[in-house]
């Protein structure tokens, strides 16, 4: 038995089994592997090359479950956070080991290796996005956004109003603009043109979000009167879809926030939520930010998640009204 297979007794026993019996022709291996290292999957390789020797058919499939270290290493190469990833990890984790069996690799030195190319390099970071969020989220954000900051900026502008939604995900922050905007034109009998740029690096989230179709559990936060007038059950009977008086706002776009260039200039808001300052390291994301600033118009606002934090060193904005996650742009 070679040595790099020790532990894995099932794994050994259904090969010592295809290589004994004769009559065997076909014979498939569940491999569960908890951490694989170089010996291990030499170990495999061996097994597999022995069970060709004997004309025996031996299929394996390894279930690959990353380990921390493991995982560290690739975060510390993307520039990822290992707390910001804390309550996702295992998702995550569960996800690239699936994409590594994909590709038929068997360590973390390995997949390295394959990231050397691009596609799937873009691969790798487009399933490192997290997709976790909700509608309404932080409410006393949402009552501040209706009450004070777009009336404000209404006030000053005729015109089109901007915001950007960075890293949207499945598009409950922008369906959350959009309402907010809706309940605002019941109060007010003319307003500027909105419109809203959501931007996301997973090109899967953004068809989901464009859809606009959320599990019945997704809203069950929401006041009945918003369910009613700005969402529709779906022929399921589990989902419900946003009106089309939301979606006509919203502008869907696959865009990198950490290798691209904002997507327009002078917007009135930026919701940057527990994005940029939560899943990056900080020492990577400084250029990256005043890009973002530069973007957001003189009296603009920065909204970030309400446990994150800017730069320290951030001269063109001060908090609004003492809040630690709304900035204006001064």
């Given amino acids: 038995m070679p040595p790099a297979l020790l532990g894995?007794?099932?794994?050994?026993?259904?090969?010592?089994?295809?290589?004994?019996?004769?009559?065997c022709i076909f014979l498939r291996l569940h491999v569960k592997v908890l951490h694989l290292n170089r010996d291990c999957a030499a170990g495999l390789r061996s097994v597999m090359r022995h069970g060709k020797s004997k004309s025996i058919t031996i299929l394996i499939t390894v279930v690959l479950f990353m380990d921390d270290n493991s995982f560290r290493q690739l975060l510390s190469r993307l520039g990822l956070s290992w707390q910001g990833y804390a309550k996702v990890r295992k998702g995550v984790k569960k996800?690239?080991?699936?994409h590594m069996q994909k590709l038929g690799l068997l360590t973390?030195?390995?997949y390295f290796q394959a990231m050397t190319d691009p596609e799937i390099l873009k691969d790798v970071e487009r399933m490192m996005s997290v997709s976790i969020s909700r509608f309404f989220r932080d409410r006393n954000l949402w009552r501040t956004l209706e009450e004070e900051i777009l009336p404000g900026i209404i006030a000053g502008n005729t015109g089109k109003i901007d915001?950007?939604?960075?890293?949207?995900?499945?598009?409950?922050?922008?369906y959350s603009v959009a309402i907010t905007w809706e309940t605002l034109k019941t109060k007010r009998p003319a307003?500027?043109?909105?419109?809203?740029?959501?931007?996301?690096?997973?090109?899967d989230y953004l068809r989901k979000a464009k859809l606009g179709?959320?599990?019945?559990?997704s809203l069950k936060r929401l006041p009945d009167a918003i369910k009613v007038i700005h969402f529709h059950a779906c022929e399921d009977g589990e989902s419900y879809c946003a009106a089309d008086h939301l979606k006509k706002y919203i502008v869907w776009e696959a865009h990198d926030l950490m290798r691209e260039q904002p997507p327009a200039k002078a917007?009135?808001?930026?919701?940057?939520r527990n994005n940029l300052f939560t899943y990056y390291r900080r020492e990577g994301v400084s250029s990256v930010f005043l890009n973002v600033l530069d973007s957001l118009d003189g009296g603009g606002f920065l909204i970030i998640g309400s446990?994150?934090?800017p730069p320290s060193q951030t001269y063109t904005l001060s908090p609004f009204k003492g809040s630690s996650y709304i900035f204006q742009k001064t």
């Fill in 191 to 203: 307003l500027p043109e909105l419109r809203i740029r959501a931007t996301d690096i997973n090109p």
């Fill in 8 to 23: 894995y007794s099932n794994f050994w026993h259904y090969g010592e089994m295809g290589v004994s019996c004769q009559a």
């Fill in 267 to 272: 917007f009135q808001i930026i919701f940057l």
């Fill in 108 to 110: 973390i030195d390995d």
């Fill in 163 to 174: 915001v950007w939604s960075a890293g949207c995900a499945l598009g409950q922050e922008a």
């Fill in 95 to 98: 996800r690239i080991g699936r």
């Fill in 213 to 217: 179709v959320y599990h019945r559990s």
């Fill in 307 to 309: 446990r994150e934090r």
